[in-house]
């Protein structure tokens, strides 16, 4: 049963949700609600990948650190799906923190100004950021460009659409920054 990728389900999902917004003619931004669920429910299905151990093929490469995991082969390894867990957890907590804006809850969403849509952005952009990273220290995606694998790549494709998002946020907050050193 080899193939199965949470990044090929949420790009995957993602581009099906886009095309078919884009065929009933819904233009508005989508998704927010969705990002804090689907964070939390690939935080429970790691602690299942943890559990199955070598059979899942997401375990990590070797390791001489002290929290190495031999899942039952004498091979002491990275717990990728432990380090992806506890991100997975706080970045749900942030991004629910994010949502709560019109409870006075979050500074971060008002600083960069969020629209709708933007919420769901972010989880995409960090989850995939944070698996192009993590996927260095497992060795089941073997390398076909530049070290990386294809879904590393697929991650980076997908991060470099959401660019532009990126830039706007960053310029909406550079700008209010420069707003209140000029105020101070």
């Not at 971060?108 to 698996?131: A, E, H, P, W």
């Not at 532009?164 to 946020?169: E, N, T």
């Amino acid at each position: 049963m080899g193939g199965k990728t949470i990044i090929g389900g949420l790009i995957g999902g993602w581009i099906a949700v886009e095309l078919m917004k884009k065929y009933v003619g819904i233009s508005e931004s989508t998704g927010d609600l969705f990002a804090v669920p689907l964070t939390m429910g690939i935080a429970i299905g790691r602690i299942g990948c943890f559990l199955t151990g070598l059979s899942d093929k997401t375990y990590g490469t070797a390791t001489r650190l002290p929290w190495g995991i031999d899942f039952g082969d004498g091979v002491r390894r990275h717990p990728t799906q432990l380090y992806e867990f506890v991100f997975l957890i706080g970045l749900s907590i942030f991004l629910y923190r994010l949502l709560r804006v019109g409870d006075g809850v979050s500074s971060v969403s008002t600083l960069m100004q969020f629209r709708n849509g933007d919420v769901f952005k972010l989880f995409m952009i960090s989850y995939l950021g944070f698996r192009l990273i993590l996927d260095f220290w497992k060795p089941s995606d073997p390398a076909v460009l530049l070290g990386m694998g294809s879904l590393q790549w697929a991650c980076v494709v997908a991060i470099l659409i959401y660019t532009r998002d990126v830039l706007r946020w960053l310029s909406k907050q550079r700008v209010q920054h420069n707003a209140l050193q000029e105020v101070s």
